[in-house]
């Protein structure tokens, strides 16, 4: 089965500096991934995911890469606010059902005022 | 989400028995799914159901226990098999299951079992 790799675990930046977060996968027919926020004491909420037939994908100030020869997949996030500090997960599924989708362990995101 | 509600917020329990955690939805989503949460870890599923009176195991099945009598409520047992229950529980769900809808997280229950 697919297996999600991420890394770091915790990155603290300055306000107003970018942050990267990386995700590797093992399932070559993974093809959905999307990427969630969670904030202290709720629910993780989709901010962007890519399909695998799209390199890149913006939204603002986030931004989602992807590369599928080497299996990885990057979020990052520019001008860094400190409502942006929260908990963010990458997630990758090989098909179109959420049941086979899996997760990375989690970056612990700290934007510093 | 304010169309997933999930109680309570806390949970106690003592060892031995088992305990039910809500998850009700108004969003008229067909898909719901349980996941666990662990401190460093990603999440991880536990049941699903993609419509009423069905419901499939998910990677960490064992020790729990679900039903879907209703499309809106997708209730999770935590019976006294599971031998480390103590977690942060989060209920999903999600408009279909073709071309992979968004999950939509409620803002989960943490169970603690002394």
């Known amino acids: 089965g697919e297996n999600v790799e991420q890394h770091p675990s915790t990155l603290s930046v300055q306000e107003g500096d970018s942050a990267v977060i990386k995700c590797t996968y093992s399932?070559?027919?993974?093809?959905?991934f999307p990427w969630y926020k969670q904030e202290l004491g709720k629910g993780p909420q989709l901010i962007i995911d890519?399909?695998?037939?799209?390199g890149e994908k913006k939204d603002q100030r986030i931004a989602v890469t992807l590369n599928k020869t080497a299996k990885h997949f990057s979020l990052h996030i520019t001008e860094t606010q400190p409502e942006d500090s929260a908990v963010y997960f990458c997630?990758?599924?090989?098909?179109?059902?959420?049941?086979?989708?899996?997760f990375g362990a989690g970056t612990r995101l700290t934007v510093k005022p | 989400d304010g169309g997933i509600t999930q109680s309570p917020k806390y949970l106690f329990r003592k060892e031995g028995q088992n305990v039910t955690l809500s998850c009700e939805q108004n969003?008229?989503?067909?898909?719901m799914y349980w996941y666990r949460q662990d401190p460093g870890q990603g999440l991880r599923l536990i049941y699903y159901?993609?419509?009423?009176?069905?419901?499939q195991k998910g990677d960490i099945a064992e020790g729990y226990s679900v039903s879907r009598e209703k499309k809106e409520s997708f209730p999770l047992t935590v019976t006294s098999a599971q031998k480390n229950p103590t977690a942060f529980y989060l209920c999903?769900?999600?408009?279909?299951?073709?071309?992979?809808?968004?999950?939509?997280f409620g803002n989960g229950t943490r169970l603690t079992v002394t």
């Open positions: 997630a990758a599924t090989p098909s179109h059902n959420n049941n086979d989708m899996r």
């Open positions: 399932d070559s027919a993974s093809n959905y």
């Open positions: 890519i399909r695998s037939n799209v």
């Open positions: 969003l008229n989503h067909d898909a």
């Open positions: 159901s993609q419509i009423v009176n069905d419901f």
């Open positions: 999903a769900t999600a408009r279909g299951t073709v071309t992979n809808s968004p999950l939509h």
